[in-house]
């Protein structure tokens, strides 16, 4: 049986009918939400699983005719393809035009298939099923948005756009100010898709709330939640498990920001941050209560403001140039205080630094690991004081053996790493 897969799969037949079949595929995933969404809310709405696997088909058909007579005719498809669509929304007076745009959508995702562009039309696909599946959730974001939130958005990308160009590309230091504002624009990426995400889940569970603000500031998530902490203490362990769950999504945050820089170190740094997360989202989960009507809003600000960026870019080039020089002078032991101080305030600078300077062939895995864990430890004690501060003894009690499970599972992903060699 096996053997005969792998004959069908390497002929020429499978090859002229695989276009179709994804293409079949790709078109009946769009249709199927479009036919759940005519039938769970029972109104009026252009197609359904068939229309759009028909349409689908059509796009990779007409790209077929189109490579033996010619793209005029891939091109009168897809006008006669929109020309139904129109009379369609005329005479039924449909509302809105998102199923007809997606119509359009899946007709080119059909053409792509038959040039074997799979890869490429999956994605499209997959998007366009997620940006259907997720309306409620879209406008739910977009009407909690305010007038700064897109002000700032529209600041730093008009500045980004002018001030990358003119930055040098050179190495000054040992830091290059172009490389140092394109880690200022990946951070800032990565810092607002914690923030939308943070907008989407408005007030919902604790915990919930605070892994996603995690994702943007966990340092916030604890200083709020502290304060909570103080005020409601019937929700003591709910706000502990909040603070834990925000400390813990840190270090998988820091794993994908070092792939940014080099896949391989972050491989590496992956194994203690694993330990980490795991042990701190356990002890997370154990904190938090049954009671699944608790809610909490976390305060965070919207992380494309020009000023962030800049003070963030300062640090990051700071730190970067400490972090050169201090390996250069003291060696290892040199990079460790700097990332012990720079920790305090921020682990995503050094983070990139370090990252930096490995894959620049001037830092080993094993003394780079532990440098970006030490800047996390010493975070980790800064937010556990803030706990003991801001919310008191007892949210101080409540939260301590997660940071300690934290901590525990740094020195843990660190050994294994030593043994490993």
Request: glycine share 8%; proline share 3%.
């Amino acid at each position: 049986m096996v053997d005969f897969l792998k004959e069908l799969v390497n002929s020429e037949v499978w090859r002229l009918y695989e276009p179709y079949l994804i293409s079949i595929v790709l078109g009946g995933l769009v249709g199927i939400e479009r036919e759940y969404k005519k039938q769970k809310e029972g109104t009026p709405s252009f197609g359904g699983i068939r229309t759009f696997m028909l349409i689908a088909l059509t796009g990779t058909i007409s790209a077929h005719l189109a490579s033996v007579y010619g793209s005029p005719l891939l091109y009168a498809v897809l006008a006669a393809v929109t020309a139904l669509l129109v009379v369609a929304q005329f005479f039924e007076r449909l509302p809105g035009l998102t199923s007809e745009i997606a119509a359009i959508v899946t007709f080119l995702v059909g053409v792509l298939c038959y040039r074997t562009e799979f890869q490429l039309a999956s994605a499209i696909a997959v998007a366009t099923l997620f940006l259907l599946s997720f309306k409620e959730q879209m406008h739910d974001f977009v009407k909690h948005l305010k007038l700064e939130d897109l002000f700032a958005l529209l600041k730093f990308t008009a500045v980004t756009v002018i001030i990358y160009p003119l930055l040098p590309d050179i190495s000054i230091g040992g830091v290059n100010p172009r490389e140092v504002w394109t880690m200022v624009v990946v951070i800032s990426t990565v810092d607002f898709v914690g923030y939308i995400l943070t907008k989407l889940v408005g007030e919902r569970g604790i915990l919930i709330t605070g892994l996603i603000g995690g994702i943007v500031s966990s340092t916030a998530v604890t200083a709020t939640f502290s304060s909570l902490a103080k005020v409601n203490q019937r929700l003591m362990s709910e706000y502990g498990a909040g603070i834990v769950g925000a400390s813990a999504i840190m270090f998988p945050r820091m794993a994908l920001l070092a792939s940014i820089v080099d896949v391989k170190f972050a491989k590496f740094l992956f194994v203690p941050a694993l330990f980490a997360f795991a042990l701190g989202i356990f002890f997370a989960y154990r904190l938090s209560s049954r009671d699944k009507k608790s809610r909490a809003d976390v305060e965070v600000k919207n992380p494309y403001e020009l000023s962030t960026a800049i003070k963030f870019g300062l640090l990051y080039a700071f730190v970067l140039f400490f972090s050169v020089n201090a390996l250069k002078v003291l060696g290892d032991y040199g990079l460790y205080a700097v990332a012990a101080v720079s920790g305090l305030s921020d682990v995503d600078a050094i983070t990139l630094s370090v990252s930096k300077l490995f894959s620049a062939g001037e830092l080993s895995i094993v003394p780079g690991v532990i440098a970006i864990l030490l800047a996390a430890a010493a975070n980790t004690l800064f937010k556990w004081f803030l706990t003991f501060s801001m919310g008191g003894k007892e949210l101080f009690k409540v939260v301590t053996p997660g940071f300690i499970a934290l901590i525990a599972g740094e020195v843990m992903g660190i050994a294994i790493l030593i043994m490993m060699g």
